[in-house]
Nanobody, 114 residues
Framework: QVHLVESGGGSVQAGGSLRLSCAAS????????MGWFRQAPGKQRELVAT???????NYADSVKGRFTISRDNAKKSVYLQMNSLKPEDTAAYYC????????WGKGTLVTVSS
């Protein structure tokens, strides 16, 4: 059974930084895509950033230039460095892995105050 555990969420003032981490455990033989999604209250879940096994990255326009995704395949981990945070970044952030199947973490809350 696969488990994804996120950490690093919290409360920060606008302009601050946070680093999210996600570690996967279980039978994952070939991880294709690792990434982060977020869901703000009353809104749909949206893509934040993804990183493929080949090294390609993709970002939502709203976070380009502020967020950086990275992954450590040996550790089955993915990270999200978030800088210049804005109140509109407030959301629950979910880790995502595709390894033939889709797997999701339970989420970590990020709150940005103005």
């Amino acid at each position: 059974q696969v488990h994804l555990v996120e950490s690093g969420g919290g409360s920060v003032q606008a302009g601050g930084s946070l680093r999210l981490s996600c570690a996967a455990s279980g039978a994952l033989f070939s991880i294709n895509v690792m990434g982060w999604f977020r869901q703000a209250p009353g809104k749909q879940r949206e893509l934040v950033a993804t990183a493929t096994s080949g090294g390609a990255t993709n970002y939502a326009d709203s976070v380009k230039g502020r967020f950086t995704i990275s992954r450590d395949n040996a550790k089955k981990s993915v990270y999200l460095q978030m800088n210049s945070l804005k109140p509109e970044d407030t959301a629950a952030y979910y880790c995502y892995i595709n390894s033939g199947m889709d797997y999701w973490g339970k989420g970590t809350l990020v709150t940005v105050s103005s």
